[in-house]
Structure formats: C-alpha cells, structure tokens
C-alpha cells in the first residue's frame, strides 16, 4: 500500500481552496514592535516519554519573549506531524521523514484501484496499530496545559493519530481527519477503525506478514506477497468502499473546516506553529493569512519552515523540552495578571 499523506497534506490545490474570499478584506491588525518580545487505550503497553530523555533549550530571550506572547492569551495552535515524534511516530520531512521512500496514496488512486485498495488495507491493519499504541508525549501535554490555563483559545491539528485530544486537549479541529475513524464512500456512515480492525482480523484469520518498517501515518512496508493474499471488507450497511476519515492527496478538505480554522487564526492573539515544516499549504495558508492581518507568528520545529520569514521568534529544537521551559517560564500563572 502506498501510504497516504496524513500530518501534512496538500490537499486543498485548485484556485477557490487556495485564497478565501475576503481574506484580505479585514481588519489589518498592527504587528507587535521591538518590545518584550492520552493513556490512550490500545493494544500495546504505554511507551517511556522519549521527550524526556532529551536536553531543555536554554531559556534565553528568545523563549522569554515567546513567553510574553503566550501570556498575553487567545493563542491557537497549529501542530504537525513533528509534534508526534517524540511519541515514537515518524515524521515527513524531519529526520526520520528523510528515511521514508513510499510515495504517498492519492484520493484518485485509491478509488479507481481495487489492487490499490488492497495494498492499502494491507499495510495500514498493520501500522495502525503502532498509532494506536502511542501515546501523549511532553509537547502534546504542555499544549493542553496552556489550553487548560486559559492560553490557548484554539487547536487545529494537521495530525490523524488522536494525541493532543488524548494529553486532555478539547475541541481540537482535526484538519486532516482522524485514523480513529473510517467512512463509507457510497452511504456516508463513520464508523470506528477498531470495529474494521475486527472484521479485517475476521477475515484474514490464516494471513500473516511482518512489517518492515513503519510510515508517519501509520502503514507498513509489507512484500507484495502478503498485499496479495489479503482480503479487503466493505461497508457493512450497504456494501459500499470503506475509506478512512482522512484526507488524502488530491482530496479538498471540507470548505467548512477551512473556515473554521481561518476564523479562529482572525480572532488569534498569536499563531503558534508546533512541528510543521508548512511545506504544503493545507498549513502555510494559516500562517500567510495571520501575516498579511498583522497576527504575530511563533514557530517550534526541528528544522526550517516555509513560515519563517513570517516569524517573529523561532525555535530550530525538539518540541517536548521547548514546550516543557515555556510552561516553566510562564511558572504559575503571573504572566497573566502582571
């Protein structure tokens, strides 16, 4: 199975997906100056916290200063699949997204192909379980505890896997969709994947295979052996082709989602970027839109980002340890009352 393309998709690519209507058209806000600056249920054990082996940034002026955006509240939160490294699932474009090789499925692909939808059940009822089994790591926890102190006014995540909702997160929109999940194409209904994981298992009873590595997004390597010889379940209500709730290349993601996530980047006090490269402009867009309002942009990443230039502070660092020394710096809570 070719692997789809799930923290940081493409996505929306045609003109009226690219620029919203009126985007321009508001209230230019002006850019700060100078001035101060889940135990998740599965069926594996809970692995060590790998964020907590590795060594804090130093809190210099840098951090200070993103501590004085933070404080300042109605912060939103943009995360990408970095934000789930630590958590033991591979990035795209980090260190561990160079290894990968498999180009990603396409929406077109999927639903054009039977022998590509093989390959794809295949390897995803073998790596699913890898993402089922992770769990919340330091950066996904840090995100809401601000969300619980009252910092965090939203979350919009380009990651299927479930974690920032598993760390305590609420009403976190899932801009790609959820793995959790999967849909019918022909009737509509949602179920959940560990229901299809039974009926997949039910089916399947004499196959075995072995993965050879796994994907960011949760599909296997398998030999083109063990794809042929595995059999694909469909829609139990009305026969129809099961597909799970992400988006893939190609595929728009839904306009009312988008709006969402740009009326709540109009409304932000910061835009705070957490493991995105925002290579693809199913991000990027957010970042370009809070710019041209005057919105300040914070960006942590192992890495550059097509955002820097947008950037008033960025972090080239590991997520849970930056996240973790800005909880410290904020401390208990007087930035907001100063």
């Known amino acids: 199975m070719n692997t789809q393309m799930l923290g940081e998709c493409p996505g929306d690519t045609s003109p009226a997906a690219v620029t919203r209507p009126d985007a321009d058209a508001a209230v230019t806000r002006p850019r ?4 101060p600056t889940r135990p998740r249920p599965g069926a594996g054990p809970t692995r060590p916290d790998p964020g907590a082996a590795l060594t804090p940034p130093d809190t210099g002026p840098a ?3 993103l501590a004085d955006l933070v404080a300042d509240g109605d912060v939103v939160v943009l995360s990408g699949a970095g934000l789930s490294t630590e958590s033991g ?5 980090g260190e561990t997204g160079r290894k990968r090789r498999a180009e990603p499925m396409t929406y077109q692909t999927f639903i054009g192909s039977a022998a590509a939808r093989r390959r794809y059940w295949a390897r995803s009822h073998l790596g699913w379980r890898h993402v089922a089994r992770a769990t919340p790591n330091a950066g996904h926890r840090a995100v809401a505890e601000l969300q619980r102190r009252g910092l965090v006014s939203g979350i919009i995540t380009q990651n299927v896997d479930g974690l920032q909702q598993a760390a305590g997160a609420h009403d976190v929109i899932e801009l790609h969709g959820s793995l959790d999940r999967v849909m019918c ?4 209904r949602r179920t959940s994947r560990e229901v299809l994981d039974e009926r997949l298992g039910a089916a399947n009873r004499a196959w075995s295979a072995e ?6 997004d949760g599909d296997a390597v398998l030999a083109d052996e063990d794809v042929a010889s595995f059999r694909v379940v469909d829609c139990a209500d009305c ?8 988006i893939f290349f190609g595929e728009n993601v839904p306009r009312s989602r988008v709006d969402e996530c740009y009326g709540l980047t109009e409304r932000a006090g910061l835009l705070l970027v957490l493991g995105s490269s925002l290579t693809v402009l199913s991000g990027y867009r957010f970042v ?9 942009v914070a960006i942590v990443n192992q890495g550059g980002t097509r955002g820097d230039e947008h950037a008033l502070v960025t972090f080239d660092a590991p997520l ?15 930035y907001a009352t100063r």
């Open 32 to 35: 700060p100056g100078a001035g």
């Open 63 to 65: 951090l200070t200063r």
């Open 89 to 93: 699932i591979p990035d795209y474009r």
């Open 185 to 188: 194409l022909n009737c509509g």
């Open 211 to 216: 993965a050879g590595a796994i994907n960011p």
């Open 239 to 246: 026969g129809g082709l099961l597909k799970p709730d992400v």
């Open 288 to 296: 370009r839109h809070a710019a041209r309002l005057g919105i300040p």
């Open 320 to 334: 849970g340890p930056t996240l973790t020394a800005l909880l410290r710096e904020l401390g208990d809570g007087s």
